[in-house]
């Protein structure tokens, strides 16, 4: 399973865009890399996932570069309630088959 | 997207007595349910797999006979934590998936706290 580094906190204002850096350096040629966000006392929620170059949904986007060695969530215009934890995952198939082991997470904290 | 169950949100006990939390799918056949716990501010860390019909895999350092796992069913999971002491305090959380190629969806957890 492929290792992740994320940055253990972020701070952001209201409206800002905010990048979140996850760094899997030795991701094999079959994981895809997810990111979950979970707010205090709740489960992880998916939020997006992707195999390389950007995928984006109604929520964030994802930017793989081309050696996969990295990935950055990016969410547009964020607001306080987009104030939680953001964990970056790397698993084996679109889905993790057998485990899906978090790493620490990036704490965001978005200001008014 | 599908949703899981995951009962009771929060649960105060004494030292010494046992604790059911209950994991469900509500909207799908889950063969497969995962058990984390949480302490604060940490990440999750998993706890066992859970496969429908048979004995749950427990990772390295969980007590297999103090964290019982009960899949008896495609939409039930249960972990038991038994004999529950205040170190075994922590958030639980629960996670299903119908199968491999699909999407893993979580519970909203359960605050357990002994005292």
């Known amino acids: 399973l492929a290792k992740t580094t994320q940055p253990i906190s972020m701070d952001s204002y209201e409206g800002q865009e905010v990048n979140i850096t996850c760094s899997h350096n030795n991701i094999a040629t079959n994981d895809y890399i997810t990111w979950y966000q979970q707010f205090p006392s709740q489960g992880p929620r998916f939020i997006i996932q992707g195999y390389k170059t950007k995928v984006t949904n109604e929520v964030a986007s994802l930017f793989i570069p081309a050696d996969r060695k990295s990935s950055t969530l990016s969410l547009p215009r964020v607001s306080l309630s987009d104030t939680a934890v953001y964990y970056c995952l790397v698993g084996e198939g679109q889905w993790d088959t057998d485990k899906l082991i978090f790493g620490t997470g990036t704490r965001l904290q978005v200001f008014p | 997207g599908a949703v899981v169950s995951q009962h009771p949100s929060r649960v105060i006990c004494k030292s010494g007595t046992s604790v059911k939390i209950e994991c469900r799918s509500l909207?799908?056949?889950?063969?497969?349910m995962f058990w984390y716990r949480q302490f604060p501010k940490q990440s999750l860390m998993l706890m066992a797999t859970s496969n429908e019909g048979s004995k749950a895999t427990y990772e390295q350092g969980v007590e297999k006979d103090k964290f019982l796992i009960n899949h008896a069913s495609l939409t039930l999971s249960t972990l038991t934590v038994t004999s529950a002491h205040p170190e075994d305090s922590s958030f639980y959380i629960c996670?299903?998936?119908?199968?491999?190629?699909?999407?893993?969806?979580f519970g909203s957890g359960t605050q357990l706290s002994v005292l």
């Open positions: 909207d799908f056949q889950a063969t497969t």
């Open positions: 996670s299903a998936r119908q199968d491999s190629n699909e999407k893993l969806f």
